[in-house]
């Protein structure tokens, strides 16, 4: 599977080759497949299509096929790669690549899972992406953007403690260097940022301003216009990523409620933590059992074993995305508020429980994530809401 064509090998169940067609990756080209496939499918045979990662290039080609009727298997990449390697001479040519997929196909039809690219995980796995992409922006234009104030307003921090906010974009923008500020009248300074600041800004915020830039000292130097012109280059960006920011968000909380999920019902899931979880599992019917889900998510530990000896180790395979998801929840639900009431007293107690027994508190972690992926399969299965263990076990006494 390529972003413009696809290879693709046929092979009967004695691995012999038959055939080999390669297309362009677009709908128009993808009944030459058909066509070339079922010149080979006589005698009632039933053609099966199996595809090296059918959610990434290979998306297309699956729901055309799927929408036809054909039966279509998803090929993880690193069973294709073993089948590559396993040969006594290595190669590697699109050919070889297609035929290596075919016979993972052949050897494992029970096994392999059915490809189900359903269109509105693709599209929130899509929007939370582009959300996650938006963020690394913003997060490095503004990296750039203190790079330049804290050289024109050395004490910026006593006026604006986020760089970011609507407010001070808006003074950066109008007041890039100190020569901006020059014969400004506290009133009028407060008048102009209230308009700005919902009324937050107040004379004495003008003032505090204004004696702050007098208290720097001159920071004007050669070429400053230039200097300038990045400031509010940068803030024309920042602003820009905002407004990209609250559509994308906005698009995620219309999508959110077709997949009928109950996970921000558990204390420290919000909606943010909630789509990732759906972009990284995708339709929880792909995994028979929360085994294959832990599986999926590196959570579940891997046994290394020879002549009845070995030990359960970290898995080092595994989505890391999803993996990070459950283990910084896994942080959330130990954690206490100021008052001392834990978010969660039972997964609380069972932390303090094996910390004090002497195991180490990221394996104790993980060992929560684990019991996390139980959870959560069973809510996104069920679509049932969360239930507080503690309460349930006050409510059965």
Same mark, same amino acid.
């Given at each position: 599977?390529?972003?413009?064509?696809?290879?693709?090998?046929?092979?009967?169940?004695?691995?012999?080759?038959?055939?080999?067609?390669?297309? =362009?990756?677009?709908?128009?080209? /993808?009944?030459?497949?058909?066509?070339?496939?079922?010149?080979?499918?006589?005698?009632?045979?039933?053609?099966? #299509?199996?595809?090296?990662?059918?959610?990434?290039?290979?998306?297309?080609?699956?729901?055309?096929?799927?929408?036809?009727?054909?039966?279509?298997?998803?090929?993880?990449?690193?069973?294709?790669?073993?089948?590559?390697?396993?040969?006594?001479?290595?190669?590697?040519?699109?050919?070889?690549?297609?035929?290596?997929?075919?016979?993972?196909?052949?050897?494992?039809?029970?096994?392999?899972?059915?490809?189900?690219?359903?269109?509105?995980?693709?599209?929130?796995?899509?929007?939370?992406?582009?959300?996650?992409?938006?963020?690394?922006?913003?997060?490095?234009?503004?990296?750039?953007?203190?790079? %330049?104030?804290?050289?024109?307003?050395?004490?910026?921090?006593?006026?604006?403690?986020?760089?970011?906010?609507?407010?001070?974009?808006?003074?950066?923008?109008?007041?890039?260097? %100190?020569?901006?500020?020059?014969?400004?009248?506290?009133?009028?300074? =407060?008048?102009?940022?209230?308009?700005?600041?919902?009324?937050?800004?107040?004379?004495?915020?003008?003032?505090?301003?204004?004696?702050?830039?007098?208290?720097?000292?001159?920071?004007?130097?050669? #070429?400053?216009?230039?200097?300038?012109?990045?400031?509010?280059? +940068?803030?024309?960006?920042?602003?820009?990523?905002?407004?990209?920011?609250?559509?994308?968000?906005?698009?995620?909380?219309? +999508? #959110?409620?077709? /997949?009928?999920?109950?996970?921000?019902?558990?204390?420290?899931?919000?909606?943010?933590?909630?789509?990732?979880?759906?972009?990284?599992?995708?339709?929880?019917?792909?995994?028979?059992?929360?085994?294959?889900?832990?599986?999926?998510?590196?959570?579940?530990?891997?046994?290394?074993?020879?002549?009845?000896?070995?030990?359960?180790?970290?898995?080092? %395979?595994?989505?890391?995305?999803?993996?990070?998801?459950?283990?910084?929840?896994?942080?959330?639900?130990?954690?206490?508020?100021?008052?001392?009431?834990?978010?969660?007293?039972?997964?609380?107690?069972?932390?303090?429980?094996?910390?004090?027994?002497?195991?180490?508190?990221?394996?104790?972690?993980?060992?929560?994530?684990?019991?996390?992926?139980?959870?959560?399969?069973?809510?996104?299965?069920?679509?049932?809401?969360?239930?507080?263990?503690?309460?349930?076990?006050?409510?059965?006494?």
């Amino acid at each position: 599977m390529h972003k413009e064509s696809h290879t693709a090998v046929i092979l009967n169940c004695w691995n012999e080759k038959l055939g080999e067609i390669t297309i =362009a990756n677009k709908p128009s080209e /993808f009944h030459k497949l058909v066509t070339k496939v079922d010149k080979y499918c006589k005698e009632e045979k039933t053609p099966v #299509y199996g595809l090296e990662n059918a959610y990434g290039y290979g998306r297309g080609l699956a729901v055309w096929l799927i929408e036809k009727g054909y039966v279509v298997k998803d090929v993880n990449t690193a069973l294709s790669f073993a089948q590559r390697k396993s040969v006594p001479i290595y190669q590697k040519s699109d050919s070889y690549d297609a035929e290596a997929v075919a016979l993972v196909v052949i050897n494992n039809i029970d096994t392999l899972p059915d490809a189900i690219p359903n269109d509105a995980y693709w599209t929130i796995s899509q929007l939370v992406r582009r959300r996650d992409n938006i963020k690394v922006q913003h997060i490095r234009i503004k990296n750039q953007l203190h790079e %330049q104030i804290c050289v024109t307003y050395p004490s910026y921090k006593t006026c604006f403690k986020d760089i970011s906010t609507k407010t001070a974009l808006y003074f950066w923008d109008n007041y890039p260097s %100190q020569e901006y500020l020059t014969g400004k009248d506290p009133e009028e300074l =407060a008048e102009e940022l209230r308009a700005v600041s919902h009324n937050r800004c107040s004379i004495n915020t003008a003032n505090v301003i204004l004696d702050m830039v007098k208290n720097d000292g001159n920071t004007n130097h050669e #070429y400053q216009s230039s200097r300038d012109a990045i400031t509010r280059s +940068l803030v024309s960006d920042l602003q820009h990523y905002n407004m990209q920011l609250k559509e994308v968000e906005k698009s995620i909380e219309e +999508l #959110y409620p077709v /997949f009928e999920c109950t996970l921000m019902t558990m204390p420290g899931v919000d909606i943010a933590t909630a789509t990732n979880m759906l972009a990284e599992i995708g339709d929880i019917k792909r995994f028979p059992s929360a085994d294959k889900l832990a599986k999926f998510a590196g959570v579940a530990p891997t046994r290394f074993s020879s002549a009845g000896k070995g030990n359960d180790l970290p898995s080092k %395979q595994g989505n890391r995305r999803l993996q990070a998801i459950f283990y910084f929840l896994a942080i959330q639900m130990i954690q206490v508020s100021p008052k001392g009431v834990p978010r969660n007293e039972v997964f609380r107690e069972y932390y303090i429980r094996r910390t004090s027994e002497g195991k180490n508190k990221k394996q104790v972690l993980i060992c929560i994530s684990r019991r996390l992926v139980n959870i959560i399969y069973g809510m996104l299965k069920n679509k049932t809401e969360y239930r507080d263990p503690s309460k349930v076990k006050i409510d059965r006494e």
